[in-house]
């Protein structure tokens, strides 16, 4: 697996990709698992249609990440309303004042475009992450992350 971290929301744009990939939420779970571990997070999944974040994540430190997960969508309108419920989704969550907060799709255009469209200070008032999910080869995947963190 192959990580990005992105300096910009350029970089961000050119790492989506247009056309339908099938990734569906479970697959883009699994994918944000991966890379968190790689970065020294515990992390729990929670299992299909369970209530509750679709992803907690612990640092030894103790720094704590809560993810809301979104898959693609089979119709165009579905990308801004996964979106739009993926943002209502972690709002809710976000009730620990010492933890930080993500949102984890496909690097699907669509999703990208509308990443770009929500102000850079909005997510550093959230402290909002996006992990961005992209097939690089059968079985293998490569997450980027816009972080809320200013550079």
Do not use: C
Not at 15 to 34: C, I, M, N, W
Not at 109 to 135: A, C, H, M, Q, W
């Amino acid at each position: 697996m192959s990580d990005t971290i992105f300096q910009n929301k350029v970089e961000m744009k050119n790492f989506t990709y247009e056309g339908r990939e099938g990734l569906d939420e479970e697959a883009v779970k699994q994918a944000v698992s991966s890379f968190l571990q790689g970065q020294g997070y515990t992390v729990a999944v929670g299992k299909k249609r369970e209530r509750g974040p679709d992803l907690r994540a612990t640092t030894k430190e103790g720094l704590k990440l809560v993810v809301e997960a979104k898959g693609e969508g089979s119709l165009n309108a579905m990308f801004n309303n996964f979106f739009l419920n993926a943002l209502g989704e972690i709002l809710q969550r976000m009730n620990e004042l010492a933890a930080e907060y993500g949102i984890a799709m496909p690097a699907h255009r669509k999703f990208g475009r509308l990443i770009e469209e929500l102000s850079d200070s909005v997510r550093y008032t959230l402290r909002l992450n996006f992990y961005l999910v992209r097939p690089a080869s059968a079985g293998v995947f490569e997450v980027g992350l816009l972080t809320w963190k200013v550079r």
